[in-house]
């Protein structure tokens, strides 16, 4: 770009991140008090400062570090850079949480990248350094008709050729070697180093869900430690969620822990739209992988094949098990729906169907395979006691663990409750009135949230289903 842009309005600004998003282009803002104004920065109104912060009268950092931002924006054609005063854009402001000035922010799109709060000279260049991957452009070119007709070089220039940029790749190279060489990128966990870090990644920039996954630990503790990889895993596996880790025992991170009451680590919560929704404690990877797989891996119900992630192998298998359940062959749909989990251990629709499968196993109305311990194409009509309740067990797992793995999905909740009512009747045959109670209660209870959670056909069968099962319990 080569030029600084002053940002007079909201518009601009949405205008300006919009457009360098659909050039695949950073955005570097530099929030200023003009020189001549008293820093009259509002209290900030972050649901989340934590600590106090000094202010001071005037901003004289701004005259060395306003010269060095504007040329660094000759330097990087890659990228845009942009003025914003935050005594005009009040708005903006407090969007941001922007409380001290100069505050400089890289964007990608509207999601924070890095960024730095009242650097010194070398930090900005560091920042810059570490940020934008690509090199320089020459800082100086043929003016036009200057009688020059050399070529402009228009390419990257060698890091030496350019005594701002070698500086800071210097000094970043003293505290992390790696950086200059590896900007920041989808699908790693970021560490929070400041409160502006963790307020900006926490506020949500658009009306789409804001998942963020933040894991609170002290470098000392092997349970963090050991915990750490799956972590990193996950964030290459999820790479539209946000990761992010927070040292709990020193600056920002032990205010931030102390904020959220986190005296136990690792700890991991998650925040949707800035506040904490689910969360877990300790270094079980399982646990881990269960929380992502419950949260992050829920598909599209409606139209499961539409959903990137899952396999068109597993969302192919489905279909054949959706085929030989309707015409009757239960025990092969039940096989279907095996290798559509297998191939989509996140995936909640599978797993449902499979339990409905199994149920339809114990009724004897189906054929069975040698996942059910039938030999396939036998019709089964007074299947062994033994294996009834194996396939019941099956069932109650499977319509359990579809629950857990999309809990907004009221048709799981349907097979659950469905699950519960076949083990009442059995509980029931044995004349334990105790265990019928329970098994009617815990089927109410997931009807209660299929009606909530439900439209159209599947709402009447949950509301028809919920007043049986309402007037049994009164029966008892």
């Not at 020059?148 to 940029?165: E, F, R």
């Not at 007074?382 to 067990?393: H, I, S, T």
Request: with cysteine; hydrophobic share 40%; aromatic share 8%.
């Amino acid at each position: 770009m080569g030029t600084v842009m002053e940002i007079e309005s909201t518009r601009e600004w949405k205008a300006a991140l919009k457009s360098a998003k659909a050039a695949r282009m950073l955005t570097f803002a530099m929030f200023y008090v003009p020189r001549s104004k008293a820093c009259k920065v509002r209290p900030a109104r972050s649901l989340f400062l934590l600590v106090p912060i000094s202010r001071t009268s005037t901003d004289a950092p701004l005259e060395v570090l306003g010269p060095i931002f504007s040329q660094l924006a000759s330097q990087y054609e890659n990228v845009v850079f942009l003025k914003v005063d935050v005594t005009k854009n009040r708005r903006i402001e407090g969007k941001y949480n922007i409380d001290q000035v100069p505050t400089f922010i890289v964007y990608r799109g509207e999601r924070l990248v890095d960024g730095c709060v009242k650097p010194t000279r070398r930090e900005l260049l560091a920042l810059a350094a570490r940020c934008f991957s690509m090199e320089p452009k020459p800082a100086t070119a043929p003016l036009p008709g200057a009688g020059n007709t050399t070529p402009v070089n228009k390419g990257p220039s060698p890091v030496a050729a350019n005594p701002l940029h070698a500086e800071a790749a210097r000094d970043e190279a003293k505290t992390n070697p790696a950086s200059a060489a590896d900007p920041p990128t989808l699908g790693k966990p970021i560490e929070i180093e400041s409160i502006l870090q963790w307020t900006t990644f926490l506020t949500p920039t658009t009306k789409d869900e804001h998942l963020v996954l933040v894991q609170f630990y002290s470098p000392a503790n092997r349970e963090c430690k050991s915990i750490t990889p799956t972590f990193t895993q996950l964030a290459a596996q999820y790479p539209k969620v946000t990761f992010l880790r927070v040292d709990a025992t020193q600056h920002p991170g032990a205010a931030i822990a102390k904020k959220y009451k986190i005296d136990t680590l690792p700890f991991f919560w998650l925040f949707s739209g800035g506040l904490p929704v689910d969360g877990m404690m300790g270094s079980d990877a399982r646990s881990l992988r269960e929380l992502a797989a419950r949260r992050f891996s829920v598909p599209d119900i409606h139209n499961p094949g539409v959903d990137a992630t899952i396999p068109v192998d597993a969302d192919v298998a489905k279909a054949q098990g959706n085929a030989a359940f309707a015409m009757g062959d239960y025990g092969q749909a039940a096989a279907h729906y095996t290798r559509a989990v297998e191939l989509a251990p996140g995936w909640a629709v599978p797993r449902a169907n499979r339990a409905y499968a199994h149920m339809k196993l114990v009724e004897g109305a189906g054929t069975g395979v040698s996942d059910t311990g039938t030999e396939e194409g036998q019709r089964d009509t007074g299947a062994p006691k033994d294996l009834r309740n194996e396939l019941r067990l099956r069932a109650m797992e499977d319509a359990y663990v579809a629950t857990r793995l999309d809990e907004r999905w009221g048709k799981g909740w349907v097979r659950l409750a469905q699950a519960m009512l076949m083990e009442a009747e059995v509980e029931g045959r044995e004349g334990r009135e105790e265990g019928v109670r329970k098994m009617l209660e815990g089927a109410q209870e997931a009807l209660y949230n299929a009606v909530g959670l439900s439209e159209g056909r599947v709402l009447k069968e949950a509301q028809e289903m919920m007043e049986d099962v309402t007037a049994r319990l009164k029966a008892l």
